[in-house]
């Protein structure tokens, strides 16, 4: 069985500062991942993904990635309140979603 | 614009009807994928469709069918609704290959009573 590791959270940050959402995945064998951002009531949607190790950057939005640890994460900088929200990362092949990290951004 | 739809958005109805979910999108995505929803859980894959008449089994597949007679459809039926399938449905959708990212519908909320 394929699996995808985060802490569920809640993680508490206060605004502005840096939160770090972590991901370990079980088949070494995965080349994509993704992180998708999901508000409660609403669907999943993405908000980086990365194939290559290292890091990547989007605005705000850091996703780093090392396969030889099987680990990816996503930085989020300058947090705000508009954060808050659950996290989920998924890898490919096969297609696994983690059960996702619930973020608390306090104003 | 390009968007995937799904219908209905709450559904009830009784153990051991048979219910179809809807989904569609107008991208012209080659995959089309199924999930469910559920709290300590997360998404877990249903059934996904790779082009026209391919479909593979996922994760929690018994109980649940799809078929795919073009490129913009996927309708996932329950044979007979089961209490266990009450959850939120989200159907998700992308261009091609394993690598792309999914692009998901706004969920269908179905309540098995």
């Known amino acids: 069985q394929k699996e995808v590791e985060q802490n569920s959270g809640p993680l508490s940050v206060p605004e502005g500062a840096i939160a770090s959402l972590n991901c370990t995945y079980s088949d070494r064998g995965s080349q994509s991942f993704f992180w998708y951002r999901q508000y409660s009531g609403k669907s999943p949607e993405l908000i980086m993904f990365?194939?290559?190790?290292g890091d990547k950057e989007d605005g705000r939005f850091t996703a780093q990635l090392n396969k030889a640890s099987q680990y990816v994460s996503l930085l989020i900088r300058d947090s705000q309140p508009s954060d808050s929200a659950t996290y989920l990362c998924?890898?490919?092949?096969?297609?696994?979603f983690g059960k996702g990290t619930r973020l608390s951004v306090i104003a | 614009d390009a968007e995937i739809t799904q219908s209905p958005r709450h559904k009830i109805t009784e153990t051991g009807r048979q219910v179809t979910l809807a989904c569609h999108q107008t991208?012209?995505?080659?995959?089309m994928f199924w999930y469910r929803q559920d709290l300590g859980h997360g998404l877990r894959l249903i059934h996904y469709s790779y082009g026209v008449q391919d479909t593979n089994k996922g994760e929690v597949s018994d109980g649940y069918s799809v078929s795919r007679s073009n490129t913009e459809d996927l309708p996932l039926t329950l044979e007979s609704a089961a209490s266990s399938q009450t959850s939120v449905y989200f159907c998700?959708?992308?261009?091609?290959?394993?690598?792309?990212?999914?692009?998901f519908g706004p969920g269908t909320r179905l309540t098995v009573l």
């Open positions: 998924a890898v490919t092949p096969p297609l696994v």
């Open positions: 998700a959708s992308s261009r091609g290959g394993q690598g792309n990212e999914q692009f």
């Open positions: 990365i194939y290559s190790n």
């Open positions: 991208w012209n995505h080659n995959n």
